[in-house]
C-alpha cells in the first residue's frame, strides 16, 4: 500500500497529478481540481477506466545514497533552520518531509534536485557496472555478438 505524497493517507488507488511542474502520487480526495496524468489502481478499474500507468523515465546509475533521510536532517540542522522554516523555503509540506527524513517516503527526482540546491549536498551516487557483466574471455562468442543492431 502506498501513502499520498501530501495528505500522508494510505491509498489503494493512486492519481499521478502534476502540481507546480512536478508528478505527486496522491489520493482521489488530494487530486479535485488538479490536472491527472493517470490513475492505478483496482478502484479505477471497477469505476470502468482503465488503468494507467506513469513511468518516468530515471536514469539508472543514479540512485539516493544511503541514509539519505538522516543526511537530509543532519545537513538542515547545520543550516540551523527549523523543519517548519524548511518547509515553507523550498514550497513542500512539512509532513512529506518529515517522512522523507524518517525515510518513510522517498522523494521525486524534483525534490531530490530541490533538496540538493536548497542544502548543498548531493543526495544521489552513480551505480557502477557490474564487472561481472562485461567481463569476457578473448575468443568466446556471446548472445550479444551476433545481435544486429
Same mark, same amino acid.
Given at each position: 500500500?502506498?501513502? %499520498?505524497?501530501? %495528505?500522508?493517507?494510505?491509498?489503494?488507488?493512486?492519481?499521478?497529478?502534476?502540481?507546480?511542474?512536478?508528478?505527486?502520487?496522491? %489520493?482521489?480526495? %488530494?487530486?479535485?481540481?488538479?490536472?491527472?496524468?493517470?490513475?492505478?489502481?483496482?478502484?479505477?478499474?471497477?469505476?470502468?477506466?482503465?488503468?494507467?500507468?506513469?513511468?518516468?523515465?530515471?536514469?539508472?546509475?543514479?540512485?539516493?545514497?544511503?541514509?539519505?533521510?538522516?543526511?537530509?536532517?543532519?545537513?538542515?540542522?547545520?543550516?540551523?533552520?527549523?523543519?517548519?522554516?524548511?518547509?515553507?523555503?523550498?514550497?513542500?509540506?512539512?509532513?512529506?518531509?518529515?517522512?522523507?527524513?524518517?525515510?518513510?517516503?522517498?522523494?521525486?527526482?524534483?525534490?531530490?534536485?530541490?533538496?540538493?540546491?536548497?542544502?548543498?549536498?548531493?543526495?544521489?551516487?552513480?551505480?557502477?557496472?557490474?564487472?561481472?557483466?562485461?567481463?569476457?574471455?578473448?575468443?568466446?562468442?556471446?548472445?550479444?555478438?551476433?545481435?544486429?543492431?
Amino acid at each position: 500500500m502506498e501513502e %499520498c505524497e501530501l %495528505c500522508g493517507r494510505r491509498i489503494n488507488e493512486v492519481y499521478t497529478i502534476s502540481l507546480e511542474n512536478t508528478d505527486l502520487r496522491v %489520493c482521489s480526495s %488530494c487530486s479535485k481540481g488538479k490536472k491527472v496524468l493517470g490513475v492505478e489502481g483496482q478502484a479505477a478499474n471497477a469505476k470502468g477506466r482503465s488503468s494507467t500507468r506513469i513511468v518516468q523515465k530515471k536514469d539508472e546509475s543514479e540512485t539516493l545514497i544511503e541514509n539519505f533521510g538522516e543526511a537530509i536532517r543532519n545537513a538542515r540542522e547545520r543550516m540551523q533552520l527549523p523543519l517548519k522554516v524548511f518547509a515553507e523555503m523550498i514550497n513542500e509540506k512539512e509532513g512529506y518531509l518529515i517522512r522523507i527524513e524518517s525515510e518513510r517516503a522517498l522523494p521525486s527526482d524534483a525534490l531530490v534536485k530541490k533538496l540538493e540546491n536548497a542544502l548543498h549536498m548531493k543526495l544521489t551516487t552513480v551505480k557502477k557496472d557490474d564487472p561481472k557483466i562485461h567481463s569476457q574471455r578473448k575468443g568466446d562468442a556471446t548472445l550479444g555478438d551476433f545481435i544486429v543492431r
